[in-house]
Every structure is written in C-alpha cells, then in structure tokens.
C-alpha cells in the first residue's frame, strides 16, 4: 500500500517538473536560428525540443535498417544471424512441448505415447541426457525392457547420467531377480552417491539377502549419521547384524571373534534372545559363570524364553534337581508372574518329584490358557500324584489339537519359524521375528516349540497311540488302513497274524507305588514272550481303565482316525530311557518283591 503511494507521488512529480521546465521555457524568450539552404528557420524553445527528438528518432531508424542490411549480407555468407537465432527458439519450443507431453504420458501409463514424444523431442533438442532419459522411461513404460537397457548403457558415458544408468540398470536386475549383479550395481551407485536414501535402502536390503553383514552395520552406521534412523532401530538392528555375524564367525572355527562380537550383540539390545543366549555360551565357555548368569538373567526380566532356561541350566550342568531348583529362584524372581516363569518354576519341580508343588506354580494355565506344554506339565503332575492312566491319557488327548504355544512368528507375514533368524524365510523382511504365539489357529500347531524337550518325559508315544487302538476295529472282511513308513499317504493293507515275539530282557522299576522310578532303580528281568506280560510301570491302579476318547476320535473312521493321530504329532516325539510305557495289562511293580 505505502510502496503504490510512493510510486503516484513521484509520477506526479515528475509530471509537474516537466511542466514547470516547459513553461520556463516558454517564458525565457530566446530562440533558435537554422540556416539551410539559404533559408532561415527560426525555432521557439519548445520547437527545438520536439525537434531534437524527431533528429534522435531518424537516427535510431537508420541504425536499425542498417543493422538489418547488414544481417541479411551475413545470412547470404552463412554465418549465425538472427534469423538462425530465430530458427532456433522455434525449434527448442518445440523440443520443449515434445518434452513435457512426453513426460505427462509417462506419468499417465502411456509408454508408445511417451516413445514418439520422446523422440520428437530428441529430434528438435540437442540435449541427449535429457531426452535419453525420457525415452529410457517411456520404453520402461511400453514394457520394451531391452530398449531401455541399451538407452541405460548409454547413459553411462556422461558424467552427468551416470548414477541415473546405474540406477536404471539395478532396478532392472532387481525386477529379474539377478540380486548378485544388483549388489554390484548398488554398490557403485553408493559411491557416486552415498547420501542417497534409495540407494541406501537397496543396497541395505540386498547386502542383509546376501549375508553382507559387515557392509550393511556399514550402511547403518551412515543412515544414522545422516539422521534417518532413530537411535534405538539403529542400536537393535546392528545388535542383529552382529549376532548374524557371531554366528557365521563362530561356524568358521573363530570362537574368540565370535564370543566377543555375541557379547557386543547383547550389550547393543538385551532383549534379542539369541544375543544373550550366545553371550552366555561365551562366557560359560570362559569358564565366567557369574556373567552368564547376569545376561541371562537380565534378557528374562525383559523377555522370558525356554533357550534362556536351557542356557542357565548348561552353567551347572551336573547339580542335582534341589540344587538346580535354588539356583533357578534368582532367574524366575527376574520375571515371576510370567506365564514361561511359572511353567519353567513347575518343570523344576516335577524334576525334583515336589508335585503338589508342581501342580501350584501351574496354577490354572492348563484351564485358561491350554497348550501343548502346559497340558504336558499337568500329565506329568498327575502322573507323579498316582492319578488314572485314563486321567493322564485324557490330558495327552487334550494336548494332540492343543496350541503349540509361542513360536518365531514374522510380524510381516505371519510365517512361523522354527528357530530364530535376521530375515524370514517368507517375505524377507529383515527383523520380523517375535516370540509369540500365532495369531491364525492354523499356523499354532505347526512347529514344537522350544523348551517341550525340558519337560520330564513321563509318559511315552505309546500312551497316546492306544487312542488309536480303542477305536472301533474293522469287521475281518474290511482292509486295516495304515500308515507306510517314509510316506504321508493312508493306504489299505490287508490283516496279517503278528508272529510271536521270543523271549527278551525287561526293565522292572524296584520302587514303592506311586512313586517316579529313577534309572538306579530299575531291574533287568527275563519276560516270557506273552502279549499280556508287558513292560511295568509304577501305578497305584490295579485294574485298567477305559480310556477317554474325544468325539471326533470315537466318531470318525479308522480311516481318518489314522490320518488324525500319528506318533510325530504327539507331545512326547522322545522318550528318555528312564521312562518305561505305560501299557493296557501292566502289572504293579515292586509289590512281589
């Protein structure tokens, strides 16, 4: 507003210094006298004004029209003119128009559209890196991959497109899935450009693809420079990357630079499981037990975990089960309302035959949150307190289509895992794994988790293969369906008589009913080859009980009853020596002795 007032005052006073200057003339009366041709012309002073403009406006008019002469003399010479000059706007404008439409049909998905446009472009410019591009893109467009490859190669003899060839060319391995060649590519781009964030990613993704841990926690550390990583990602990816690399290192037989690069891993991210439980092994190896269990013990207060309970039992491996049960209190107090806490606290106390206590750290879990480890505690208490062969088969029964409970599922897919890794198997995501439990009910009883091999095996396959026997037997005209070995398929075979088994050695537990026998206490015996003498077992009941069969179990066929329940899907896969099957007839032992 001030500056338009401004500029109306000092068009006014301009005006008026003219008029004032043209009155002054007026009045001062002098004249100006010009003699031509023997005439006199005598002009006032405002006369001589216009005059004076009129002489200066006849002299810029020649100029101007010998300037032109002179440019049409050098037009017919051939050299560089105006009209050239003129030629040439006309033909950049053109260029320019080709351009731009050329890009707007790129943009719009219209690649032969985009391939005229671009070549009419570079037919009226004369700037290859610019219509070279547009082309490139528009034969990307037009689905013509081999043009845009050679107009990329081209590319690359300027200095100025370059890292745009590179670039061109590392998306195209990308799409054929050439991933060493696209490494290369990205590693040369990075070094015309290492602030490139694009190429930063890239080349990030196919180094973690490529096991390149090095050069990624390289690339991390040069994102984090630049402020594109929070501190936290940073810290948790490079601990992953360096256990990665702990790993590699310690397979090639460097167990030194191993443990000091898991110990760096799991100062960088005490949560990441697999640092810590790797660190640990270091330090038990250093024969340094005091800081084993201080990082296993810190990882359980973020993130319990049966690996770590396996790693803070191999500390003291040789104590006895009373003696692991006070060591262990320091770790359970770490995390103790936990659900893996209380399940690790009642394996520990079947293990030291405490089974009330067993059944109190279990709590209600088998009720409200049933799995195959928490209904496979409950056997072993039951079992442990004397309880029915039909209780305890009930239980097991229960645990064949229960949850398999947390496994390495990728937070990206949803694939599920059976151990740990940087990047899933699925998708690729690089640190998608999380301890949990699936969230599909397909995908929960895919894969055992770890710590089911820490339970106190009780009870073996053969207990819950007896669901299968009390099924209804076909009529001897129907053929038995069964299982061939190293197959998945159900094939019908004929019935064929068992033959009689010879005499062999048995193991009898010398034990007082209802007590868990331990190895000292069995007894090698010679058994008569009779189906009804079968191996013994410690139970309070003499008779046998019928065994609780599920619905589905006691209404499907034998068909699919064989198909449902086989011996690799049961809870106990490993029976340890100790531990005979129970069986139909079984006696008591250790009464007639």
């Known amino acids: 507003m001030l500056l338009s007032a401004l500029k109306i005052l000092i068009f006014f006073a301009i005006v008026l210094v003219v008029t004032l200057g043209a009155i002054q003339l007026?009045?001062?009366?002098?004249?100006?006298?010009?003699?031509?041709?023997?005439?006199?012309?005598?002009?006032?002073?405002?006369?001589a004004l216009f005059a004076l403009i009129v002489l200066l406006l006849l002299v810029w008019l020649v100029v101007r029209v010998l300037g032109a002469f002179v440019a049409f003399i050098r037009f017919i010479s051939g050299d560089e003119t105006a009209i050239n000059r003129y030629f040439a706007r006309s033909r950049e404008r053109k260029g320019y128009e080709a351009l731009s439409e050329g890009m707007l049909a790129v943009a719009s998905g219209e690649g032969r559209l985009?391939?005229?446009?671009?070549?009419?472009?570079?037919?009226?410019?004369?700037?290859?890196?610019?219509?070279?591009?547009?082309?490139?893109?528009?034969?990307?467009?037009?689905?013509?991959?081999?043009?845009?490859?050679?107009?990329?190669?081209?590319?690359?003899?300027?200095?100025?497109?370059?890292?745009?060839?590179?670039?061109?060319?590392?998306?195209?391995?990308?799409?054929?899935?050439?991933?060493?060649?696209?490494?290369?590519?990205?590693?040369?781009?990075?070094?015309?450009?290492?602030?490139?964030?694009?190429?930063?990613?890239?080349?990030?993704?196919?180094?973690?693809?490529?096991?390149?841990?090095?050069?990624?926690?390289?690339?991390?550390?040069?994102?984090?420079?630049?402020?594109?990583?929070?501190?936290?990602?940073?810290?948790?990816?490079?601990a992953v990357m360096a256990l990665q690399e702990a790993s590699e290192?310690?397979?090639?037989?460097?167990?030194?630079?191993?443990?000091?690069?898991?110990?760096?891993?799991?100062?960088?991210?005490?949560?990441?499981?697999?640092?810590?439980?790797?660190?640990?092994q270091s330090y038990i190896q250093q024969k340094d037990a005091r800081n084993a269990a201080r990082v296993l013990q810190k990882t359980w207060s973020v993130r319990p975990h049966p690996s770590i309970a396996a790693t803070y039992a191999e500390i003291v491996p040789d104590e006895t089960p009373a003696a692991r049960l006070r060591r262990f209190e320091e770790l359970m107090r770490q995390n103790p309302d936990h659900e893996e806490t209380r399940l690790l606290r009642a394996e520990l106390l079947i293990a030291a035959e405490d089974f009330p206590g067993a059944r109190r750290a279990l709590g209600d879990l088998a009720q409200k949150h049933p799995t195959v480890r928490s209904l496979s505690i409950l056997a072993a208490v039951e079992r442990g307190e004397g309880a029915d062969d039909a209780v305890v088969r009930g239980i097991l029964a229960r645990a064949l289509v229960a949850s398999r409970g947390p496994q390495w599922v990728c937070d990206k897919c949803h694939n599920v895992m059976a151990d740990w890794s940087p990047v899933c198997d699925s998708c690729g995501g690089f640190?998608?794994?999380?301890?949990?439990?699936?969230?599909?009910?397909?995908?929960?009883?895919?894969?055992?988790?770890?710590?089911?091999?820490?339970?106190?095996?009780?009870?073996?396959?053969?207990?819950?293969?007896?669901?299968?026997?009390?099924?209804?037997?076909?009529?001897?005209?129907?053929?038995?369906?069964?299982?061939?070995?190293?197959?998945?398929?159900?094939?019908?075979?004929?019935?064929?008589?068992?033959?009689?088994?010879?005499?062999?050695?048995?193991?009898?537990?010398?034990?007082?009913?209802?007590?868990?026998?331990?190895?000292?206490?069995?007894?090698?015996?010679?058994?008569?080859?009779?189906?009804?003498?079968?191996?013994?077992?410690?139970?309070?009941?003499?008779?046998?009980?019928?065994?609780?069969?599920?619905?589905e179990v006691v209404d499907a066929p034998v068909e699919e009853t064989a198909k449902t329940v086989r011996e690799s899907d049961l809870p106990f896969s490993h029976v340890p020596p100790d531990v005979e099957p129970p069986e139909e007839d079984a006696k008591i032992a250790g009464k007639n002795r």
Do not use: C
Not at 202 to 214: A, I, N, P, S, V
Not at 257 to 268: C, L, M, Q, T, Y
């Open 431 to 551: 640190d998608t794994l999380t301890w949990r439990e699936p969230d599909t009910p397909a995908a929960r009883g895919t894969i055992v988790p770890q710590g089911i091999e820490m339970l106190p095996l009780i009870v073996g396959t053969s207990a819950a293969a007896k669901v299968v026997r009390r099924t209804p037997s076909p009529t001897p005209a129907e053929p038995v369906v069964e299982h061939l070995p190293g197959t998945t398929s159900m094939v019908p075979v004929p019935p064929e008589p068992e033959p009689e088994a010879p005499a062999q050695p048995v193991e009898v537990a010398d034990v007082a009913p209802g007590m868990v026998p331990r190895e000292s206490d069995y007894r090698t015996v010679r058994a008569p080859a009779d189906e009804d003498n079968e191996p013994a077992m410690t139970v309070t009941d003499p008779e046998p009980v019928a065994v609780p069969v599920p619905p």
């Open 114 to 238: 985009a391939q005229d446009k671009a070549a009419r472009a570079a037919k009226f410019l004369d700037q290859p890196h610019i219509t070279d591009l547009l082309a490139a893109q528009a034969a990307e467009v037009a689905g013509d991959s081999a043009k845009a490859n050679e107009i990329y190669r081209r590319l690359l003899s300027d200095d100025r497109t370059r890292f745009v060839g590179i670039r061109g060319l590392m998306r195209q391995k990308l799409e054929q899935g050439d991933t060493a060649t696209a490494l290369k590519l990205a590693e040369k781009a990075y070094a015309l450009k290492p602030k490139h964030s694009e190429i930063q990613n890239t080349l990030l993704d196919l180094q973690t693809k490529e096991h390149d841990w090095k050069g990624a926690r390289a690339i991390l550390k040069e994102k984090r420079k630049q402020g594109e990583m929070p501190q936290d990602v940073h810290m948790r990816r490079d």
């Open 249 to 280: 290192v310690l397979a090639e037989g460097n167990s030194i630079s191993a443990r000091e690069a898991a110990i760096s891993a799991n100062r960088a991210s005490p949560d990441l499981i697999p640092a810590a439980v790797l660190a640990a």
């Open 26 to 47: 007026s009045e001062m009366g002098h004249t100006l006298r010009v003699v031509y041709g023997g005439i006199e012309y005598t002009l006032g002073p405002v006369q």
